[in-house]
């Protein structure tokens, strides 16, 4: 049976040549960078380097970038600490960010730190800069914290233009990057945020291990406690041979970036003609078929009301093939997609994310979208 993993947004596979880079540091220099004797200052010398590297494609200083278990801990870490460290009492964000966001201003909501004010979204899921002014107008010593491209419906926020707008008015600015870092460059010296985030699993890293760029003008206090590693950032040994991995991953992302964005766009632009020839009534959540303004690397298809919906995904993996779905939630009900209810997604349309890799071929959409027309009977 064929198998086909369109669920790249979710985890990617760890690349071949990540591997070989990391494996040494799993066998053979397997020292504590802590320690001062030779086992240790190999690793030491070889975390610097990790380092420089990902600051270098970033274009920004090594001593900004912290290591960390990967975005939800690195957004935690940005959160938290900095409406502890500067006073903050307000935080703007909208409905459509990752649980690590979510949750987290919910939980500093619930316990009186702050008040949260949550951005109006419009069906396609777009969010509105003047709002965002209008807010920091109000309340200019604000928290802001919205993503690049959203995990499920792939819409792009210009991060640029809003850590250009909390500059203006003297907010701090967090942006969650984990679905676009590596498919898109960044450029920390232009992009006036003072958090950013990115995990290397994401594009072709390993899992457990991702990083936090913190701006050296607003610094924060470790999250982690209980060591001085980081600079006295995070607590705990460094996973070593994970930060290996994930300079490695960054490294070839940044060389082939043209090439693979090339090659995955051309697969999703495919899959959207074949949905829409071949699924009567196939609709697109949020902007995520608008290939300029959306993440190249995820389609998120809304499908017509039908029986066989709730079983969609399992049928789908019964015929090998791996994706992710859901609805909006229905009335009085928290189960489902917080994302597909905050755009006023149809709750009895199915939604499958389609998420694509380099690996992704046209062949693999030919065969996923022959095995959806079996299983809706279109």
């Given at each position: 049976m064929k198998q086909v993993y369109f669920d790249n947004a979710a985890t990617t596979p760890l690349?071949?040549?990540?591997?070989?880079?990391?494996?040494?540091?799993m066998l053979e220099h397997f020292g504590n960078p802590s320690s001062i004797h030779t086992h240790g200052r190999k690793a030491r010398v070889a975390i610097e380097k990790a380092r420089k590297s990902i600051a270098e494609l970033l274009n920004t200083s090594p001593s900004e970038i912290f290591f960390t278990s990967g975005g939800t801990e690195?957004?935690?870490?940005a959160i938290r600490n900095s409406?502890?460290?500067?006073?903050?009492?307000?935080?703007i964000t909208s409905p459509l960010e990752h649980h690590a966001v979510?949750?987290?201003?919910?939980?500093?909501?619930?316990?009186g730190k702050v008040k949260v004010s949550l951005l109006d979204v419009d069906e396609k899921g777009q969010i509105s800069l003047d709002q965002i002014t209008e807010f920091l107008k109000t309340e200019p010593n604000s928290l802001v914290t919205l993503m690049h491209a959203n995990n499920e419906i792939g819409n792009l926020n210009d991060i640029y233009e809003i850590a250009e707008l909390c500059q203006e008015y003297g907010a701090i600015f967090?942006?969650?990057?984990?679905?676009?870092m590596a498919h898109f460059k960044h450029d920390l010296q232009t992009m006036k945020a003072n958090f950013v985030v990115g995990s290397a699993h994401k594009?072709?890293?390993?899992k457990g291990i991702g990083f936090l760029y913190v701006n050296h003008e607003k610094p924060i206090p470790p999250f982690v406690i209980g060591g001085a590693q980081e600079r006295n950032m995070r607590g705990g040994t460094e996973n070593v041979y994970g930060i290996i991995g994930l300079a490695k991953a960054l490294e070839m992302a940044y060389e082939n970036q043209e090439s693979n964005s090339q090659q995955i766009r051309s697969v999703k632009s495919y899959m959207i003609d074949q949905l829409e020839e071949n699924i009567p009534g196939v609709q697109f959540n949020g902007l995520s078929a608008e290939m300029d303004k959306s993440l190249y690397t995820v389609l998120s298809a809304s499908l017509p009301p039908n029986d066989d919906n709730d079983m969609l995904l399992f049928n789908l993996d019964i015929n090998?093939?791996?994706?992710?779905?859901?609805?909006?939630?229905?009335?009085?009900s928290n189960i489902g997609s917080h994302v597909l209810t905050a755009i006023g997604s149809d709750p009895d349309r199915g939604a499958i994310r389609f998420s694509f890799s380099r690996h992704s071929t046209t062949d693999e959409v030919n065969y996923v979208v022959?095995?959806?027309k079996e299983i809706l009977k279109t």
């Open positions: 690349d071949q040549a990540v591997f070989e880079e990391m494996k040494p540091y690195a957004d935690n870490t409406v502890e460290q500067y006073g903050i009492h307000h935080i979510l949750h987290t201003v919910e939980m500093l909501e619930k316990t967090h942006t969650d990057t984990v679905q676009s594009f072709h890293g390993p090998g093939i791996s994706v992710s779905g859901g609805s909006a939630c229905s009335s009085g022959g095995k959806l």
